[in-house]
């Protein structure tokens, strides 16, 4: 592999361990720098000149190149060392009777509602990492599910299951605490409550267990869960009367372009200052996340969790193996009796330099063996795509890598990985510096149109600019662009569809369709803007006409029928669609 030059990007410097290391010694705040991502694609060598630290210090400059320069490059991750204390049978005294733990459940619940043992054990040492605690629940149908546990503070314990299936349930805990060992219990589940959770259904769309259709019409929101009560309440309201369903969100905090507000809570036990034990979840934050996704739920939205993301500053991106893996256990026990939970392994899993594809294969590992009711699960790249063919992921989480064409390749991810495709990351609504984050609402709303006609699913986002550095896609609170309200109208228009969503058809070359070909169809003209459209149709098919405006929300329906050879006028600008309606069919 060729040495770094001063004009190797800073991305790639940056990635390689030892080269991450002498720039985070010799230049630690540009390590820091809360717009490190927006400095990659320079040059080494004018990031070292324009770099403040080293502003008129020639001879310092030219030391730290040389050394930058002297490395062999390599992208093998440093592992940091472990220091997770293991599960020991003994962590209770064999005087301690087995079982004797206080336990507390419900006799009755709902299918596909949350079920939650609770248990009051033992405190000493560090439960978090010296307990394992399960259980196995049997239902009166043969079915065995195992649910981990996790401990949640002040000598409580929990272990909850989503319930998949009516009847009665029984249930024997295992753990290595002699007290939470072998506890058994007995309840009974009713009808469901809920639609279940959302799957992938017809190989390329979603619906959930009842068999209802899921659109997901998506917002990203990264960290409004950590901004304090009166922002994220003024969000759930934004939500409560927008189009969206679907919500991107961190479960760590966020150090990047206008994200610089410390959080009121931490995952961890600590602070910034004395540091963060990271064998020590914080009960505090995660009861709070989980209250917001509850609420989540309560307006309909799915909460598309990402559990590792590289804007950091408190460490939470470089810790240990061993407390990575903690972590994703921790939130899978704690989070997976979610109904509308997601599981997103990371935004932008390839900034995080410190990790390997085999750290996310064993990520997938985890979620999967202690996820009872199998969420979906994803992965979401920046530059790199993640191989979306690997079977745990269960549909594609995309970034644009392209400026300009995003939502135009949902059909090629499609047939490359045969898989849902969810532009979670088109760009956003905005009018900030980066090029990510300043497309106009037209443009927006022509990515959605764009992308559903093809099949696929595209995600929204606000950047605009807030003299409280307020941005939707971060922090939530309310919004400001022009696109929402016509990605509503589109949610409305694809529910109305055969199936309540659209799949794409072929015969134009110059425009997108979708439908059931001769029953429905729907064409979208996006940046076009036609006068008029001739078609050809069979002629013992009759069809009505709408003529759909995207932008103003309108829908006019032509007079008459049309059949065979025709002609549809249009009012020649863009954001037009056209939707053929068969009203009926000769013979019939």
């Known amino acids: 592999m060729p040495t770094f030059t001063p004009t190797t990007p800073l991305f790639d410097v940056m990635r390689d361990p030892s080269a991450h290391e002498i720039i985070s010694a010799e230049i630690p705040e540009l390590a820091a720098n809360p717009i490190l991502h927006t400095l990659y694609h320079y040059p080494l060598g004018l990031i070292l000149s324009t770099e403040e630290r080293l502003r008129g210090d020639d001879a310092r400059r030219a030391e730290i190149l040389a050394r930058l320069t002297a490395i062999e490059p390599s992208h093998a991750p440093a592992v940091p060392p472990s220091n997770v204390s293991r599960p020991e049978p003994d962590y209770e005294a064999e005087s301690t009777r087995e079982g004797s733990a206080k336990v507390s459940f419900p006799a009755e619940t709902a299918k596909w509602a949350p079920f939650e043992i609770e248990l009051q054990g033992p405190e000493h040492g560090n439960p978090f990492t010296d307990v394992e605690l399960s259980a196995e629940f049997r239902s009166g149908s043969g079915a065995k599910l195992t649910v981990p546990g996790f401990y949640d503070g002040g000598g409580s314990y929990r272990i909850r299951l989503l319930v998949p299936e009516e009847g009665t349930w029984t249930f024997t805990t295992a753990s290595n605490a002699r007290s939470l060992n072998a506890i058994t219990g007995t309840f009974d589940a009713g009808q469901a409550v809920s639609r279940g959770v959302v799957r992938v259904a017809e190989q390329f769309h979603f619906a959930y267990d009842d068999g ?13 869960t950590h901004q304090g009560d009166a922002l994220e309440e003024e969000t759930l309201a934004t939500l409560a009367k927008g189009p969206f369903n679907k919500m991107r969100m961190c479960v760590f905090p966020k150090s990047y372009l206008f994200n610089e507000n410390e959080p009121e809570l931490y995952p961890y036990e600590g602070s910034p200052n004395a540091g963060f034990d990271y064998l020590r979840p914080n009960p505090a934050f995660w009861a709070h996340l989980e209250r917001r996704i509850d609420q989540l739920e309560e307006l309909g939205i799915e909460a598309d969790l990402i559990l590792f993301h590289a804007y950091d500053r408190w460490g939470f991106s470089t810790m240990s193996q061993d407390q990575d893996d903690l972590f ?55 530059r790199e795509f993640y191989d979306h ?4 992921v269960t549909h594609c989480s995309i970034q644009r890598r392209d400026i300009y064409k995003t939502a135009e390749m949902t059909t090629e991810w499609r047939g490359q990985y045969g898989k849902p495709v969810v532009i979670d990351e088109c760009a956003y609504e905005g009018n900030i510096d980066q090029g990510w984050g300043n497309i106009t609402g037209e443009e927006m709303t022509r990515r959605f149109w764009e992308g559903a006609i093809r099949g696929g699913y ?5 950047t605009y600019m807030d003299p409280e550095d307020v941005l939707w896609w971060a922090k939530g609170g309310s919004f400001k662009g022009t696109s929402p309200d016509r990605i509503g109208f589109l949610r409305r228009i694809q529910e109305e ?38 078609f050809v149709k069979p002629q013992d098919v009759t069809f009505e006409i709408d003529v759909i405006d995207t932008w103003n929300m309108t829908v006019e329906t032509l007079p008459g029928t049309y059949s065979g050879r025709f002609r549809v006028e249009l009012p020649g600008r863009q954001y037009i669609a056209l939707r053929l309606r068969a009203v009926a069919v000769a013979g019939e």
Not at 352 to 359: C, H, I, L, N, R
């Open 458 to 462: 595209v995600g929204h986002g606000e």
């Open 212 to 224: 209802t259709p899921y659109l997901p019409v998506g917002t990203t929101s990264y960290v409004w």
């Open 328 to 382: 994703v256990k921790y939130a899978v026990a704690r989070l997976a009796s979610k109904r509308n939970i997601w599981w997103s392994l990371a935004n932008e899993y390839d900034l995080m330099f410190e990790k390997s594809t085999e750290d996310w294969e064993r990520f997938a590992d985890i979620v999967t063996a202690n996820d009872p009711n199998a969420h979906l699960l994803s992965i979401h790249n920046c």
């Open 497 to 534: 569809a055969p199936g309540g969503r659209f799949e794409p058809l072929p015969g134009h070359w110059d425009v997108v369709s979708a439908g059931l070909e001769n029953e429905y169809e729907l064409i979208y003209f996006g940046f076009f803007q036609p006068t008029y459209r001739r």
């Open 389 to 392: 063919s690997r079977p745990w």
